[in-house]
């Protein structure tokens, strides 16, 4: 027994090619075994370290046969791990081990296109893993009996797969196969019950099993237009060797290599307005995230973790891998990376996935036991069987986990009585395979299964299509891509011929396409004098190059790409037809970016994207056709949904952060309730009903549970109906704001108006006034200081009325949970009043940029009402002909009537709302200084004390300045640094008052201990000297107006409270204009420097430099 690790590898692949074309970043560096991956957008750097990592992205050429081997010319060159090295390093290994009687597991993780079949299976020349596993294992075979060993070789293989928790059974051709359950045997663990593991005495044979299997894999595939990527499949390759010990006994050692090639890990995406995922999501991914699972408690128990249980029972997957995750098997994983920028989370996601895997230990043991002994206790173990179930007493401790069935209902009792029934009767069966394959002969199994093979009929399709017209399928993973191929001649070549293309359901008809849209008698394809004719039978639709074909008739070109109903995609291939054809290897994507473009109107160049624009339009090549496909379905089973696609912006689906994403809406025609689907959502649904359209093709009942029926959504599940941004920029400035903002939906259309405030607070929640002096007027003074602020949700009016039990539902800044407003029912005008205090702490210079420049968004949910017209019941409403599928026609995504909600629109009426009121705490504060001089200058006061003018200038309101402005009078005058300088035992620093206007704005203290600071325009110089009482008496008739001033003063008082108070936005331009016409003198000085008034800050410049007459205060 040996306990080791996982050994993990990662490898990156070269870009394909619309990541060439999008001019992709590499993302990922290799250098010996550590892995680094820079985000994009951050350029932070990750690195990993695992056992291997292969950089295979540059540095290669093509060898001239179609091998990529290493380009000694090429800088990276030295580095680039070509197939053979990979093989070389962990594919050895696993032959290693199965020459030594050890299981292994290697299995290839990656998302959709990393290139897990590249190394796995590998495309032509670029042999993967198992076929260069397989045929290293002959070669070795046949080295040793070239040798004259004295042992019998024996290999079976067998090749499964699951897809949406069904496990099939790919070497199983027959039309009649049915899925294979899981078992679990006593000693052995979970096996698929029933699986062919069939023989097979060369590499050749292995070979052509592959491609058996992955042709049957691609017939249930196209059938289903299932998504290949999320399949999973499992190729065993079992070798036994039997030799003679030295007591004469017959020895079996025996070993098995699990070769995985994983489903494509999907993408991280965001849950969007449909909250968590959709169980039935989950089940179509369940292997896969049950693996994660699995993998992360592995993780856990390998680092120490007790009583720690592994869910290996909540998947097929997880079940069928339990031996290479935590038993007796060596495992390997190798994770498939992409290089390019755009896959950036998926790909850190990969990494991590691998850095967890590389933890868990695995114990694997020699398999080798006497052949009799094992058939002794297969024997025995059957005979206990037997007795079972044949007195009806079942051991339950025979179930993993102890399932006892202490506190079980007799129902329940039954029911694991049942299936534990079946699973002895499954075991037997086992057991009785297993001992026949020990005591029959190998050469005659392998005789007998060369016989049944359908390997051979597919060499001859192989080596017809070279010369024959045909027609050969596209499949989004390339490695099922041209597995099918149906000849458009018959046998002969030449001869003219008609091929009429239907669903099978009418008579006359030459091929049978399954799939939704394929009607009766769909098209024909006609062949005369070497000429391809294409025509298309009333309402069918038909694709070619991405355009319909419509009643004339199209004559085909070699590599014409076809579309026949929604799914079926082929490639027309006329190896007669010389002339140049301007695509030369049609792909998948390259199909479907064609009627992605030519239908909807969307651009789907590569060029000049950025990351976000070309996921995008990745999400919609991806998800239009599945739209068209779904209404499609919709329709022949009479369902009343229609689908729209739509794109929707981060903002309107309510999240501060995110991308464009396409979404699509299903309607229901008559209740016309809605729901907004995500991307994943959406596909995991579109799987699902194909699959409901195949066993309708079948005639089979598919009037299913609501449950299992992927056309039906919650009716009474929460709607979100739009949502609000607010800003926070006034309370950087500690101002509120209160607001009547538009409530826009996911089309980014206002759905009505919501009232909405933010309050600064103490932490209690007392609103601060004006008497609180909590204005700043720079944001970065709350660095330190509590940050307190109070949201208010007052009411939306205004919303449509197809919604009740409304409510709102928000989070500010880092919270991660959502808080809730109460449910208002049965109104279009709900008056939440909700209000909460936002404690953000101690102002951090994040918190400050966050008020600054961060919002928080407001997302309004409520139900939807059925809106079914009265007295309409039931009945079968057609999809009408305003959806998506339009016979013979195009897709219309609904990307016309997507409006983009424009954030950046009210994030700068807030700014500009934000900065009226700072400006407006600013004026005001001018106007007391203002005052202050005045009434110096009145008094003939030539020295104010600093600290009464900075209570005059700290002062919050009109009121408080005015009772400092009394104290003036009451000021002592003296010249008497020492003396009336220090106040309260402090030195206070001085201030020069200016007497007249070219004072305050330019003016030069030129006298005692003015440091300078004291006046803007200090510097410039001016002999302020007149200082005579007769001059200050002029100023203050002419250019101060005493009396006009209070006026003023008053004013301002009125409004500059109202203003900070109510904080609206509304126009103050009347205001304005009055405190524009406000005296100049007014302006300027020492508080006035924030003023932006240009004609002052001219005027300023301009003055003639004048000796001050001012005051010099202490
Ligand atoms: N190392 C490589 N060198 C050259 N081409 C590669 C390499 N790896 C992958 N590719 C190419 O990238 C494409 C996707 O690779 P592959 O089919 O292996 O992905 P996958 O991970 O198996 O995807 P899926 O999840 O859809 O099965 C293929 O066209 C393949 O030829
Ligand atoms: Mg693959």
């Given at each position: 027994?040996?306990?080791?690790?996982?050994k993990?590898?990662?490898r990156?692949?070269p870009?394909?090619?619309?990541?060439?074309?999008?001019?992709?970043?590499?993302?990922?560096?290799m250098t010996g075994?550590?892995?680094?991956?820079?985000?994009p957008?951050?350029?932070?750097v990750?690195?990993f370290t695992?056992d291997?990592s292969?950089?295979?992205?540059?540095?290669?050429?093509?060898?001239?046969?179609?091998?990529?081997?290493?380009?000694?010319?090429?800088?990276?060159?030295k580095k680039f791990?070509?197939?053979?090295?990979?093989?070389?390093?962990?594919?050895?290994?696993?032959?290693?081990?199965a020459w030594?009687?050890?299981?292994?597991t290697?299995f290839?993780?990656?998302?959709?296109?990393s290139?897990?079949s590249?190394?796995m299976v590998g495309?032509?020349?670029?042999k993967g893993i198992?076929?260069?596993?397989?045929?290293?294992?002959?070669k070795q075979i046949?080295?040793?009996?070239?040798?004259?060993?004295?042992e019998?070789?024996?290999?079976?293989?067998?090749?499964l797969?699951?897809y949406?928790?069904?496990v099939?059974?790919?070497l199983?051709?027959?039309?009649s196969?049915?899925y294979?359950n899981v078992?679990?045997h006593?000693k052995?663990?979970?096996?698929?019950?029933?699986?062919?593991?069939?023989?097979?005495?060369?590499?050749?044979?292995i070979?052509?099993?592959?491609e058996?299997?992955t042709?049957?894999?691609?017939v249930a595939?196209?059938k289903?237009?299932?998504?290949?990527?999320?399949?999973?499949?499992?190729?065993t390759?079992?070798f036994?060797q039997?030799?003679?010990n030295a007591?004469?006994?017959?020895?079996a050692k025996?070993a098995e290599?699990?070769l995985?090639d994983?489903?494509?890990?999907?993408r991280?995406?965001?849950?969007?307005?449909t909250?968590?995922?959709?169980k039935?999501?989950?089940a179509?991914n369940?292997?896969?995230s049950?693996?994660?699972?699995?993998?992360?408690?592995?993780a856990?128990?390998?680092g120490?973790?007790?009583?720690?249980q592994?869910?290996?029972?909540?998947?097929?997957?997880?079940?069928?891998?339990?031996n290479a995750?935590?038993g007796?098997?060596k495992?390997?994983?190798?994770?498939?990376?992409?290089?390019?920028d755009i896959?950036?989370e998926?790909?850190?996601?990969?990494?991590?996935?691998?850095?967890?895997?590389k933890?868990i230990k695995?114990?694997?043991r020699?398999?080798?036991d006497?052949?009799?002994?094992?058939?002794?206790e297969?024997?025995e173990?059957?005979?206990?069987?037997?007795?079972m179930?044949?007195?009806?007493?079942?051991?339950m401790?025979?179930l993993?986990?102890?399932?006892g069935?202490?506190?079980?209902t007799d129902?329940?009792?039954?029911?694991?009585?049942?299936e534990?029934e079946a699973?002895?009767?499954?075991?037997?069966?086992?057991?009785k395979?297993?001992?026949?394959?020990?005591?029959?002969?190998?050469?005659k199994?392998?005789?007998?299964?060369q016989g049944?093979?359908?390997?051979?009929?597919?060499a001859e399709?192989n080596?017809?299509?070279?010369?024959?017209?045909h027609?050969?399928?596209?499949n989004s993973d390339p490695q099922?891509?041209?597995?099918?191929i149906?000849f458009?001649?018959?046998?002969?070549?030449?001869m003219?011929?008609?091929?009429?293309i239907?669903?099978?359901k009418a008579?006359?008809t030459?091929?049978?396409?399954r799939?939704?849209?394929?009607?009766?008698?769909?098209c024909?394809?006609m062949?005369?004098?070497?000429?391809?004719t294409?025509?298309?039978?009333?309402?069918a639709?038909?694709l070619?190059?991405?355009?319909p074909?419509?009643?004339?008739?199209?004559?085909?070109k070699?590599?014409?790409?076809?579309?026949f109903?929604?799914?079926?995609f082929?490639?027309?291939?006329?190896?007669?037809?010389?002339?140049?054809?301007?695509?030369t290897?049609?792909?998948f994507?390259m199909?479907q970016?064609?009627i992605?473009?030519?239908?909807g109107?969307f651009d789907m160049?590569?060029?000049n994207?950025?990351?976000?624009?070309s996921?995008l339009?990745?999400?919609l090549?991806?998800?239009?056709?599945?739209v068209?496909?779904a209404?499609?379905i919709?329709?022949a089973?009479?369902k009343?949904r229609?689908?729209?696609?739509?794109?929707v912006s981060p903002?309107?689906?309510?999240?501060?952060?995110?991308?464009?994403?396409?979404m699509?809406k299903?309607?229901?025609?008559e209740?016309?309730?809605?729901w907004f689907?995500?991307?994943q959502?959406?596909?995991d649904?579109k799987?699902?009903?194909?699959?409901?359209?195949d066993k309708f093709?079948?005639?089979v009942?598919v009037?299913?549970?609501?449950?299992?029926?992927?056309?039906?959504?919650?009716p009474?599940?929460?709607?979100?109906?739009?949502?609000?941004?607010?800003?926070?920029?006034s309370?950087s400035?500690?101002?509120?704001?209160?607001e009547?903002?538009d409530i826009?939906?996911f089309?980014g259309?206002?759905?009505?108006?919501?009232?909405?405030?933010a309050?600064?607070?103490d932490?209690?929640?007392k609103?601060?006034?004006?008497?609180?002096?909590k204005?700043?007027?720079?944001?970065s003074?709350?660095?330190?200081?509590p940050?307190?602020f109070?949201v208010?949700?007052?009411?939306?009016?205004?919303?449509?009325n197809?919604?009740t039990?409304?409510?709102?539902?928000?989070?500010?800044y880092?919270?991660e949970?959502?808080?809730?407003?109460k449910?208002m029912k049965?109104?279009i005008?709900?008056?939440?009043?909700?209000?909460?205090?936002?404690?953000?702490?101690a102002?951090t210079?994040?918190?400050?940029?966050?008020l600054k420049?961060?919002?928080?968004t407001?997302?309004i949910w409520?139900?939807?009402?059925d809106?079914k017209?009265?007295?309409?019941?039931?009945?079968k409403?057609l999809v009408p002909?305003?959806?998506?599928?339009v016979?013979?026609?195009?897709i219309?995504?609904v990307n016309?009537n997507?409006?983009?909600?424009d954030?950046?629109k009210?994030?700068?009426?807030?700014?500009v709302?934000?900065?009226?009121?700072?400006?407006?705490k600013?004026?005001?504060k001018?106007?007391?200084?203002q005052k202050?001089i005045?009434?110096?200058?009145e008094h003939?006061k030539r020295?104010?004390?600093?600290?009464l003018i900075?209570?005059?200038y700290?002062a919050?309101?009109?009121?408080?300045?005015?009772?400092c402005?009394?104290l003036?009078p009451?000021?002592?005058?003296?010249?008497?640094e020492?003396?009336?300088?220090i106040?309260?035992?402090?030195?206070?620093v001085?201030v020069?008052?200016p007497?007249?206007?070219?004072d305050?704005?330019?003016?030069?203290?030129?006298k005692?201990?003015?440091?300078?600071?004291?006046?803007?325009?200090?510097?410039?110089?001016?002999?302020g000297?007149?200082?005579?009482?007769?001059?200050s008496?002029?100023?203050?008739?002419?250019?101060?107006k005493?009396?006009?001033?209070?006026?003023?003063s008053?004013k301002?008082?009125?409004?500059?409270?109202?203003?900070g108070?109510?904080?609206s936005?509304?126009?103050?331009?009347?205001?304005?204009?009055?405190k524009?016409?406000?005296?100049?003198s007014?302006?300027?000085?020492r508080s006035?420097?924030?003023?932006?008034?240009?004609?002052?800050?001219?005027?300023?410049?301009?003055?003639?430099?004048?000796?001050s007459?001012?005051?010099?205060?202490?």
């Open positions: 027994m040996t306990e080791e690790n996982v993990v590898a990662v990156v692949r870009f394909n090619g619309r990541e060439k074309e999008r001019n992709s970043q590499v993302i990922i560096d075994n550590t892995t680094s991956i820079t985000d957008a951050s350029k932070d990750k690195k695992f291997f292969y950089w295979s992205h540059d540095g290669c050429k093509d060898d001239g046969t179609g091998y990529m081997a290493p380009d000694t010319s090429h800088p990276n060159g791990a070509d197939q053979k090295k990979v093989y070389n390093e962990m594919g050895a290994g696993v032959l290693k081990n030594e009687g050890y299981n292994s290697l290839a993780y990656g998302q959709t296109g290139g897990k590249w190394s495309y032509g020349v670029n198992v076929p260069i596993y397989c045929e290293n294992l002959y046949d080295e040793k009996r070239a040798a004259g060993a004295k019998q070789y024996e290999v079976m293989f067998s090749m797969e699951i949406n928790e069904n099939q059974d790919l199983d051709s027959s039309p196969k049915k294979l078992r679990q006593p052995s663990g979970f096996y698929a019950d029933g699986l062919k593991s069939v023989p097979v005495g060369t590499y050749a044979e070979e052509q099993r592959i058996e299997g042709r049957n894999r691609t595939s196209t289903m237009n299932a998504t290949s990527s999320r399949a999973h499949t499992i190729v390759i079992k036994v039997k030799s003679v007591a004469g006994e017959e020895m025996s290599a699990n995985v994983l489903a494509g890990s999907e991280a995406d965001s849950t969007g307005a909250g968590a995922r959709l039935e999501g989950a179509i369940q292997s896969l049950s693996l994660g699972n699995c993998i992360a408690a592995l856990e128990i390998a120490g973790k007790k009583n720690m592994v869910p290996y029972r909540d998947s097929m997957l997880t079940k069928l891998l339990k995750l935590g007796n098997s495992t390997i994983m190798i994770a498939a990376l992409s290089p390019a896959n950036f998926e790909t850190l996601s990969t990494l991590r996935y691998a850095d967890r895997a933890q695995t114990t694997a020699v398999n080798e006497p052949t009799a002994q094992l058939i002794r297969l024997q173990e059957n005979e206990k069987l037997k007795a179930l044949a007195s009806g007493k079942m051991d401790s025979l993993e986990n102890g399932e069935g202490a506190d079980m129902e329940e009792r039954a029911k694991l009585k049942n534990l699973e002895y009767k499954g075991m037997l069966e086992k057991n395979l297993d001992m026949e394959n020990m005591e029959k002969e190998f050469q199994r392998l005789q007998e299964s049944q093979s359908s390997y051979k009929l597919i399709i080596e017809k299509k070279k010369t024959y017209p027609m050969y399928n596209l099922m891509t041209g597995r099918i149906h458009l001649v018959k046998s002969d070549s030449t003219d011929d008609e091929t009429i239907g669903n099978g008579e006359g030459d091929l049978t396409l799939g939704s849209s394929i009607t009766d008698m769909h024909k394809i062949h005369k004098d070497g000429v391809f294409l025509e298309t039978f009333p309402n639709r038909t070619r190059n991405g355009k074909v419509t009643a004339e008739t199209k004559v085909l070699n590599n014409d790409r076809l579309l109903g929604t799914s079926q082929y490639v027309f291939c006329n190896p007669k037809d010389t002339t140049p054809s301007k695509v290897d049609p792909t994507e199909a970016a064609e992605a473009e030519k239908s109107g160049s590569g060029n994207k950025s990351r976000d624009e996921l339009q990745q999400d090549i991806e998800i239009m056709p599945g068209e496909e209404n499609s919709s329709e089973l009479g009343q229609r689908f729209d696609l739509v794109i903002e309107a689906r309510g999240e501060m952060t995110g991308r464009t994403e396409v699509v299903m309607t229901d025609i209740t016309k309730h809605e689907w995500n991307r959502k959406f596909l649904r799987c699902l009903m194909s699959e409901l359209f093709e079948d005639g009942d009037n299913v549970p609501q449950d299992k029926d992927p056309f039906y959504d919650d009474k599940a929460d709607f979100h109906i739009g949502s609000v941004k607010m800003w926070l920029q309370i400035y500690m101002l509120e704001s209160s009547t903002l826009t939906d089309k259309s206002s759905v009505g108006k919501m009232a909405i405030g309050y600064p607070c932490a209690k929640g609103e601060y006034t004006e008497k609180d002096n204005f700043v007027e720079d944001p003074k709350l660095v330190g200081v940050v307190d109070k208010k949700i007052l009411n939306a009016r205004g919303l449509p197809r919604f039990d409304v409510y709102c539902k928000y989070k500010v880092l919270e949970g959502f808080t809730q407003s449910v049965d109104t005008n709900p008056d939440f009043n909700h209000e909460r205090v936002i404690s953000l702490g102002g210079p994040e918190i400050v940029e966050f420049t961060g919002a928080f407001v997302q409520g139900k939807q009402k809106m017209p009265k007295g309409g019941k039931g009945g409403v002909k305003t959806s998506t599928v016979p013979g026609g195009t219309h995504a016309d997507v409006k983009r909600f954030p950046e009210v994030k700068i009426m807030m700014e709302t934000a900065l009226k009121k700072r400006q407006e600013m004026e005001q001018l106007a007391h200084m202050m005045a009434v110096a200058e003939n020295k104010l004390r600093t600290a900075k209570d005059i700290v919050p309101t009109n009121d408080q300045a005015e009772k402005i009394k003036i009451l000021e002592q005058d003296s010249d008497d020492d003396g009336g300088g106040v309260g035992g402090s030195k206070v001085g020069v008052i007497q007249n206007k070219q305050i704005s330019g003016g030069e203290a030129d005692g201990g003015v440091d300078g600071k004291g006046t803007k325009g200090g510097k410039k110089g001016g002999d000297n007149k200082n005579s009482d007769e001059e008496k002029k100023k203050k008739d002419k250019g101060h005493g009396p006009d001033s209070d006026d003023d008053k301002k008082e009125v409004k500059g409270h109202n203003g108070r109510r904080g936005h509304s126009s103050d331009s009347e205001d304005e204009s009055k524009k016409k406000a005296p100049p007014h302006k300027g000085g006035g420097s924030h003023s932006s008034d240009s004609e002052d800050e001219s005027k300023k410049k301009k003055a003639p430099p004048k000796k007459s001012a005051c010099v205060l202490l």
